[in-house]
């Protein structure tokens, strides 16, 4: 099984940016998609940003212009830098890969980190 560590989460202030990385150690044979999804205390998980391993990307509307989304397949990793961080994107983040094993599909998911924007 596949085991996604992330790291880069904090306390910031509001304006101010975090860069959230995934590392993936495990046997992978191909990445379908990499994500990251963030869960705000008494609120559903939602989708932050997602990145194909064509290098598509998609956002949710509240992060677009402010998030990025990045992968570096060799290292088998997903970054988020988040800029311009508001109080309302205080949540525990997680990322997700889709991928394979010998042709059979797989979904792995971190144990989240916290970002708590806050002055």
């Known amino acids: 099984q596949v085991q996604l560590v992330e790291s880069g989460g904090g306390l910031v202030q509001p304006g101010g940016s975090l860069r959230l990385s995934c590392l993936a150690s495990g046997s992978i044979s191909s990445i379908n998609a990499m994500a990251w999804y963030r869960q705000a205390p008494g609120k559903e998980r939602e989708l932050v940003a997602a990145i194909t391993s064509g290098g598509t990307t998609k956002y949710t509307d509240s992060v677009k212009g402010r998030f990025t989304i990045s992968s570096d397949n060799a290292k088998i990793a997903v970054y988020l830098q988040m800029n311009s961080l508001k109080p309302e994107d205080t949540a525990v983040y997680y990322c997700?890969?889709?991928?394979?094993?010998?042709?059979?599909?797989?979904?792995?998911w971190g144990q989240g980190t916290q970002v708590t924007v806050s002055s």
């Open positions: 997700s890969f889709d991928y394979y094993v010998f042709r059979r599909p797989y979904n792995s």
